[in-house]
């Protein structure tokens, strides 16, 4: 059974940073892709960056340049390093692994970004 845990977020300001983590346990991590997305208040889920085994990243119109993706295969984590937040960065983050037909997600990180 894979598990997925995320953690570090928080209350920054508009303009702060922010690193998630990732952390995932069982199965095979160096085989997967892994993705964050995040849902603000009344919104719906949205994707916002990937990176595959080889290294590989995507990232979504409204992140990019700002976010940065990154994987540690040997700590079995993947990183989102949040810079120049805004306020429409508020929402729960969540990582995803989909394995087959099944789809893993972890329990959601609160990001709050107000002055």
């Known amino acids: 059974q894979v598990q997925l845990v995320e953690s570090g977020g928080g209350l920054v300001q508009p303009g702060g940073s922010l690193r998630l983590s990732c952390a995932v346990s069982?199965?095979?991590?160096?085989?997967?892709?892994v993705s964050w997305y995040r849902q603000a208040p009344e919104k719906q889920r949205e994707w916002i960056s990937r990176?595959?085994?080889?290294?590989?990243?995507a990232y979504a119109d409204g992140v990019k340049g700002r976010f940065t993706i990154s994987r540690d295969d040997a700590k079995k984590t993947v990183y989102v390093q949040m810079n120049s937040l805004k306020p429409e960065d508020t929402a729960v983050y969540y990582c995803?692994?989909?394995?087959?037909?099944?789809?893993?997600w972890g329990q959601g990180t609160q990001v709050t970004v107000s002055s």
């Open positions: 069982g199965g095979i991590f160096s085989r997967y892709t």
């Open positions: 995803r692994i989909d394995i087959g037909l099944t789809t893993y």
């Open positions: 990176i595959t085994t080889t290294g590989f990243t």
